[in-house]
């Protein structure tokens, strides 16, 4: 009963795939977000969705796509594939968008 | 632009002992403070929080401390448990509701 539940845990494809990473979450939040954590180990947000209004990081480039079918998923797509997407991606959820952070596990995606 | 700073990678602290981690921000907007714990192979969870009205906060074993004037905040745990060991992420937010992250300080509580 896994509350935000992100997969798969490990992705590792070559350079140039499109990708996909899922997520959801069974809270019954209105927002969710996408971070990455860098080699740097920042928590960097690049996407939120909340009441179907996406807010975007601007420096995300527009390879990365966020896809919400409904308000339990946030799934992530990234087209064309570069060594430097390499990082561990987070998604999270809150209660309204000033509640604390509920966050999945990670998915760590390895570009060769 | 590093707007949250976590200026200590890493901390040991013996068990029993005080441990303090620090955070350091820049942003004047920032009115909300947050830290999260994270183990290995887990995502960051929710530990305690902050507002900028208030000087401090406490949860148990954890205080969080606000110098708003310094634009600086601490968590202390107290005591230290092996139990502690883990990331502790410091966040900020204000202006927008999706919070600003450190990148982290890696506590090791000894036994």
């Known amino acids: 009963d896994t509350a935000v539940s992100q997969t798969p845990k490990y992705l590792v494809t070559q350079m140039g795939n499109d990708k996909s990473i899922k997520c959801e979450q069974n809270l019954g939040h209105d927002t969710m977000y996408w971070y990455k954590q860098d080699s740097k180990k920042f928590l960097k947000i690049m996407f939120s969705?909340?009441?179907?209004?996406?807010?975007i990081n601007e420096t995300v480039p527009n390879r990365f796509s966020p896809k919400s079918p409904d308000k339990a998923h946030l799934n992530l797509h990234i087209n064309s594939l570069e060594l430097g997407d390499s990082a561990v991606y987070f998604c999270?959820?809150?209660?309204?968008?000033?509640?604390?952070?509920?966050f999945g596990n990670g998915t760590r995606l390895t570009v060769t | 632009d590093q707007q949250v700073k976590q200026n200590s990678p890493s901390l040991s602290v013996q068990e029993g002992r005080i441990s303090i981690l620090n955070c350091d921000y820049t942003?004047?907007?920032?009115?909300?403070f947050l830290w999260y714990k994270k183990y290995p192979a887990e995502g960051p969870t929710f530990l305690i929080s902050?507002?900028?009205?208030?000087d401090k906060n406490e949860d148990g074993r954890f205080t969080v401390f606000l110098n708003k004037s310094a634009k600086h905040l601490s968590l202390h745990i107290v005591p230290s448990q092996p139990g502690d060991s883990a990331v502790y992420f410091c966040a900020a937010r204000g202006g927008s509701y999706i919070p600003t992250f450190g990148r982290g300080t890696s506590l090791i509580v000894h036994p």
């Open positions: 942003n004047s907007m920032f009115d909300y």
């Open positions: 999270a959820s809150s209660q309204e968008p000033n509640s604390p952070l509920h």
């Open positions: 902050i507002s900028s009205i208030k």
């Open positions: 969705y909340n009441n179907k209004e996406l807010i």
